[in-house]
């Protein structure tokens, strides 16, 4: 049931654009580089001459165009349709029932209902967060590092103080054990007793290695310990939790509130932390949100800043807003984090804006 009354608009055309955008620093895990930012950049014009926008997320050039070319089809099937972003996701559903709504097709879906959103909000004249029944609100923040040794990890971790973050992230799964905690304790000389220090392994263990570093790494202060097994191993993730004192932090590659419903029915983490995209855009965030208050579990955000700053407002059991800062290339207003803090824009909408320049310029 559509909550919102009619606003007689209808999804008029989609637009998509490829662009590969730099990073300040590239995202280095235990299993692998993420050099540069591929972006597919969505624009869903409603019948009023309304633009929402949203951008896609696919972790490698090689996915940008076949994750644009889902997003044309996709968004054809739209048009002619209400500006409802919970019809059109269920359109979408239906659409893709035998297909399968996983990988290129979800993070499309996800695409447009952020985008519906974003255009939808618009239209009413007040930002997202406003639209879902929240109020603006100072989000806290953790600085999101990368895999980046001991010289750049210090460097970045007084940085990330000077701004005033109150957690940081790192990654580590290192070659070995006293790699990790050499980064970890040389992080930790740097940011103090008061600030988070959270590790991501990046699935990279084994659950029986897994098990073993994380008991090294229980004296150590860690406010979480992320994906530390393969993301589809609930039964492994759980046979860990059973084993360490640290919680376990997982949900960056949930596709859908479906595989985040079993993952906690497995009891596989103590945290939450959604991809924006990969859950179902904000329509899937909700249904995220609701399981995470019925399950009594603490919920983060996995990049896409933009939109979760608006999310997690509205996130009833709310943690931390990761920083990650991925389309501030070609965005004309990147997100404002003060310390350590950030908040939804006021104007309407998400606050997604192009600079059009910056995006001719990356054009891919």
């Given amino acids: ?33 993420v050099a540069t930012a591929p972006l597919v950049l969505v624009d869903l014009y409603a019948s009023d001459g309304t633009v929402g926008r ?16 889902m997003l044309l089809t996709l968004g054809g099937a739209l048009k002619g349709q209400p500006l409802a972003p919970f019809d059109l996701d269920q359109l979408l559903a239906q659409r893709l029932r ?14 447009l209902d952020m985008a519906a959103w974003d255009a939808l909000a618009k239209v009413r004249g007040v930002p997202l967060v406003e639209l879902l029944g929240g109020t603006r609100r100072a989000i806290t923040a953790y600085d999101s590092h990368s895999m980046d040794g001991v010289a750049l990890g210090m460097q970045r971790a007084a940085f990330s103080m000077e701004q005033g973050f109150g957690a940081i992230k790192t990654k580590i799964g290192y070659a070995t054990l006293a790699e990790d905690l050499e980064v970890v304790r040389a992080l930790r000389g740097v940011i103090g007793d008061r600030t988070q220090l959270l590790v991501d392994y990046n699935q990279g263990l084994t659950v029986p290695e897994a098990v073993r570093r994380i008991h090294a790494l229980e004296d150590e202060g860690i406010g979480w310990v992320e994906e530390p097994t ?15 004192r640290l919680p376990v932090q997982m ?90 803090m950030a908040t939804a824009p006021a104007e309407p909408g998400t606050g997604i804006e192009w600079n059009e320049e910056a995006v001719r310029h990356h054009l891919v």
Avoid at 252 to 259: L, Q, V
Wanted: proline share 6%.
């Fill in 98 to 111: 035998l297909l399968g709504r996983t990988g290129i097709a979800q993070m499309a879906s996800a695409g």
């Fill in 1 to 33: 049931m559509n909550i919102f009354p009619d606003t007689g608009l209808l999804v008029a055309d989609v637009q998509a654009r490829c662009v590969n955008v730099p990073l300040e620093h590239p995202v280095r895990t235990s299993v692998g580089v």
């Fill in 54 to 69: 949203a951008y896609v997320f696919t972790y490698t050039p090689l996915a940008l165009r076949a994750t644009r070319r």
């Fill in 230 to 244: 393969l993301q589809e191993d609930y039964a492994g993730h759980a046979r860990i939790r059973e084993r360490v």
């Fill in 251 to 340: 949900g960056e590659n949930w596709c859908g509130p479906d595989e985040m419903a079993k993952a906690l029915q497995a009891g596989a983490c103590d945290l939450a932390m959604p991809d924006a995209m990969k859950i179902g855009g904000v329509t899937g965030w909700l249904r995220a949100a609701a399981l995470a208050q019925a399950h009594g579990v603490p919920m983060s955000s996995h990049i896409f800043q933009e939109v979760s700053v608006h999310l997690l407002a509205v996130t009833p059991t709310r943690h931390l807003l990761e920083r990650m800062d991925l389309a501030a290339p070609v965005l004309a207003r990147p997100l404002a984090f003060e310390n350590g």
